[in-house]
């Protein structure tokens, strides 16, 4: 019988759509003895994870429950086949993002401030704050004390699966809206990474959705960050080393651009670092995914993967094939 290991944590009602025909292994956080396996469903916090690993035997597929799987390789190796829970961040990936294009657009960390400082009318410090982060010189009156997200132009870089939850959750803003990938594709008008530093000029909101691997490293580096409008935003939703860190810093400290960011570069990030103090700058502690209905919509793809590897169907969510 086919033994799969999960981690105890997970309530059994969870599991209950597994094929009959496996053996559950529940795991604890740490083993003092070794355990053999055949699938190793892991404990979604990575640093949980680490630590079972030695104890493990004869694992031969990996059911990873995050869509970032760039830990797993270097510590299983070649002979393990790896998949990723496509499509069970979609939605609180894109509500992160959505919120947090909207908070910077409406200039919630300023008045979440004001608002612990009990004082009203420093709402009228916004108009000054828009005008010099866009260069807008009109004289506007009344003056802009938020900003709007219908019709703007969003560059979306990466257009996978949360990407595409992003584009439906856009959709009620009529935003002009850009598709990045990997390769350039005519069927859903989505333009090649090698076009990035050409389309980065036009847009006002700049998403970052797409994995951290060797071609992504550093993608938006200082040169990048100058090919911005002024006062645009950007949005890593994905990974903190996608964007080179001491880069961004000087572009926020030099009130080129703002910017919203679940993920950094270092993470954890440490108390006494730059990014902490940058201006026009929403940072959330690496937490976009989460969401009461993540082990429920994880565990549903483990499952499906589970009944395909039964039946000996392809799975559908390979990050890397046993060799
Ligand atoms: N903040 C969080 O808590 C959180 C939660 C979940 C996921 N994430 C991050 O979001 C990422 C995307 O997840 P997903 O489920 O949407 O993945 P996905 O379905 O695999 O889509 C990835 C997208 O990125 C594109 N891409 C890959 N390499 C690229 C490159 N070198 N240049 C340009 N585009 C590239 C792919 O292009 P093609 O279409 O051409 O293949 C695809 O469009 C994950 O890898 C993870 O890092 C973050």
Redesign the pocket.
């Known amino acids: 019988m086919l033994r799969v290991g999960y981690p105890a944590v997970f309530p059994a009602e969870l599991l209950r759509d597994f094929p009959s025909e496996i053996e559950l292994i529940p795991l604890p956080d740490l083993l003092d003895h070794d355990v053999t396996l055949d699938v190793w469903i892991p404990d979604p916090y990575a640093v949980k994870a680490v630590k079972l690993w030695p104890r493990l035997r004869g694992v031969k597929l990996v059911l990873c429950q995050?869509?970032?799987t760039?830990w797993i390789p270097p510590l299983v190796g070649p002979h393990v086949t790896i998949c990723?829970a496509?499509?069970a961040?979609?939605i609180?990936?894109a509500e992160?993002t959505l919120s947090a294009i909207l908070a910077m657009l409406k200039h919630f960390p300023f008045y979440g401030e004001v608002q612990r400082e009990g004082l009203w009318k420093r709402r009228f410090e916004v108009p000054s704050r828009y005008a010099e982060l866009n260069a807008d010189a009109r004289p506007l009156y009344p003056p802009v004390l938020l900003e709007e997200l219908t019709g703007k132009t969003v560059l979306m870089?990466?257009?996978?699966?949360?990407?595409?939850e992003i584009e439906r959750m856009l959709e009620p803003f009529r935003v002009k809206l850009i598709r990045?990938?990997?390769?350039a594709?005519g069927t859903d008008a989505?333009h090649a990474?090698s076009e990035l530093d050409s389309l980065l000029p036009q847009a006002d909101i700049v998403v970052l959705?797409?994995?951290?691997?060797a071609?992504?490293d550093k993608?938006i580096g200082a040169a990048q960050l100058a090919l911005m409008r002024q006062g645009a935003l950007l949005v890593n939703?994905?990974?903190g080393p996608i964007v080179d860190t001491d880069a961004l810093v000087a572009a926020l400290n030099s009130g080129r651009i703002r910017a919203a960011l679940?993920?950094t570069d270092p993470e954890p990030l440490p108390v006494d670092h730059a990014l902490w103090h940058c201006p026009n700058l929403l940072i959330t502690p690496?937490?976009?995914?989460?969401s009461p209905e993540f082990a429920r919509r994880s565990l549903a793809v483990a499952a499906s993967e589970l009944h395909h590897y039964l039946a000996g169907e392809p799975l559908d969510n390979v990050v890397q094939l046993a060799v």
């Open positions: 995050m869509a970032g760039e990723n496509r499509g961040h979609n609180s990936t992160w870089v990466g257009h996978g699966s949360i990407g595409k990045v990938a990997r390769s594709r989505v990474v959705i797409l994995p951290h691997t071609e992504t993608l939703a994905a990974r679940d993920v690496h937490v976009g995914g989460s």
